[in-house]
């Protein structure tokens, strides 16, 4: 089987080139300079070219307060490609496999970790574009994998943001009043490959949460990716959200219940703050 993977310059696509060679499957990898997702003439050329079979589809608009002024790009890029890479697996009678975010909730209080069950509510652009996708992909045979405050080694993202200022400032101040659960890119594109090569994915189909396990606030996250890196000497304070305005609400509690995962594909899911070793020992 071909497998296609797009986006596959940013977090997930290397994670997901750098498992390729142990598959049994023929991965190939596309980014915005070789194939214009948007374009569903351009997407059908490719899949009948290389005779694809499956999609893994890591490409996203992910400037969460930039698609406040811009969600047209947006949602081209987060529903309307979607809906073009669901259309050609319909064709072909293959299987999607895309990510989503935990940006799809956050209009709805919630104080416990949120189920696939739960009805999405978005706050903004970025999540209402990510929505799109999800319902795009009803069209052909798919999995979604929601997840949230994905980091890794590679592109821009908060780990290696937090890495550079703590080296560089001798304060700072993060929010404590957004918990999530950071995730490494490395262990989701992990998770995935593994029931694909399983043979898993057959059988299953809809959405399901995959992040680390555990529960931090941002203000947690920098403290702990400053006592792992030794950067110590910077003074690392709490704030409230309140003191960085931005274009968009972002979810205050968006704990993702992963049960439904570890239940069907029976995988374990590391803890936050071992990944974020893993993630910082790659990096020196």
């Known amino acids: 089987m071909n497998i296609l993977v797009t986006g596959a310059n940013g977090q997930l696509g290397r994670h997901f080139r750098l498992l390729a060679p142990q598959s049994q499957y023929d991965w190939l990898f596309t980014d915005v300079e070789e194939l214009d997702i948007t374009s569903p003439d351009a997407v059908n050329a490719w899949i009948d070219e290389h005779s694809v079979r499956m999609i893994v589809n890591c490409a996203a608009y992910t400037n969460v307060d930039r698609a406040e002024s811009d969600e047209a790009t947006a949602l081209r890029i987060n529903g309307d490609a979607v809906a073009n890479m669901a259309a050609a697996m319909k064709r072909v009678g293959g299987t999607l496999i895309h990510f989503s975010t935990d940006y799809v909730f956050g209009g709805t209080l919630h104080n416990t970790p949120c189920t696939e069950e739960e009805l999405p509510n978005p706050t903004g652009a970025y999540g209402r574009t990510k929505l799109a996708g999800e319902k795009a ?145 790659n990096i020196s």
């Not at 045979?141 to 400032?169: D, P, Q, V």
């Not at 189909?205 to 920098?222: L, P, Q, R």
């Not at 792992?228 to 205050?252: D, F, M, W």
């Open 137 to 281: 992909t009803e069209a052909c045979h798919h999995l979604i994998f929601r997840t949230s405050w994905l980091y890794s080694e590679y592109g821009k993202n908060f780990l290696l943001t937090m890495l550079r200022l703590t080296a560089e400032k001798p304060e700072l101040r993060v929010v404590f009043d957004q918990v999530g659960t950071p995730t490494y890119a490395g262990d989701l594109a992990k998770a995935v490959f593994i029931l694909i090569e399983n043979g898993d994915y057959r059988q299953q189909e809809g959405i399901f949460h995959f992040a680390n396990e555990g529960v931090c606030s941002w203000y947690d996250f920098t403290k702990e990716i400053a006592r792992q890196s030794g950067y110590t000497a910077c003074r690392i304070l709490p704030c409230h959200s309140n003191e960085y305005p931005s274009p968009v609400k972002r979810p205050a509690y968006s704990v993702l219940d992963k049960t439904k995962f570890k239940n069907t594909f029976h995988q374990e899911i590391p803890y936050w703050t071992d990944s974020v070793a893993v993630c910082l020992k």
